[in-house]
C-alpha cells in the first residue's frame, strides 16, 4: 500500500511562514492526485488544497493567496507553502493520496499520513 509520511510542523508566530512535507512510497506517486486537509480542535476534518496529476490545483478560500502546494514527482514528495500564517491556521495538517480527480471531500482519498501539527500563537 501507499505510505505517506508528513514533516515540517511546529510552532510559528502569526506572520510567519513554515513548509511542510510530505514523503509518499510504495506507489506510483506521479498518477496520484495529491491534498492537504487541516483538522482544528472540536472541528471536522477540512480541506486545504489539492494538486492533480497534470499539475492542476484547486484552492479552499481559506488558505487561497497564502498557501501553496506544489509536488516533485522525482522526489516522489508534495509540499505545502504556508505564508502568512494567522491563528485560526492551527490544526493537524494531513496529506492525502487519491486515485483520481481534484475533489474536496476527505472520502474521496485512499491514502493518508498521520498528520503534523502546526501551532500559530503569540
Known amino acids: 500500500q501507499v505510505q505517506l509520511v508528513e514533516s515540517g510542523g511546529g510552532l510559528a508566530q502569526p506572520g510567519e511562514s513554515l513548509r511542510l512535507s510530505c514523503a509518499a512510497s510504495?506507489?506510483?506517486?506521479?498518477?496520484?492526485?495529491m491534498a492537504w486537509f487541516r483538522q482544528a480542535p472540536g472541528k471536522e476534518r477540512e480541506f486545504a488544497v489539492v494538486?492533480?496529476?497534470?499539475?492542476?490545483?484547486d484552492y479552499a478560500d481559506s488558505v487561497k493567496g497564502r498557501f501553496t502546494i506544489s509536488r516533485d514527482n522525482a522526489k516522489n514528495t508534495v509540499f505545502l507553502q504556508m505564508n502568512s500564517l494567522a491563528p485560526e491556521d492551527t490544526a493537524v495538517y494531513y496529506c492525502?493520496?487519491?486515485?483520481?480527480?481534484?475533489?474536496?471531500?476527505?472520502?474521496?482519498?485512499?491514502?493518508w499520513g498521520q498528520g503534523t501539527q502546526v501551532t500559530v500563537s503569540s
Open positions: 510504495g506507489g506510483t506517486f506521479r498518477l496520484y492526485t
Open positions: 494538486v492533480n496529476s497534470r499539475g492542476s490545483t
Open positions: 492525502a493520496a487519491a486515485w483520481l480527480g481534484s475533489s474536496r471531500l476527505p472520502s474521496d482519498y485512499i491514502y
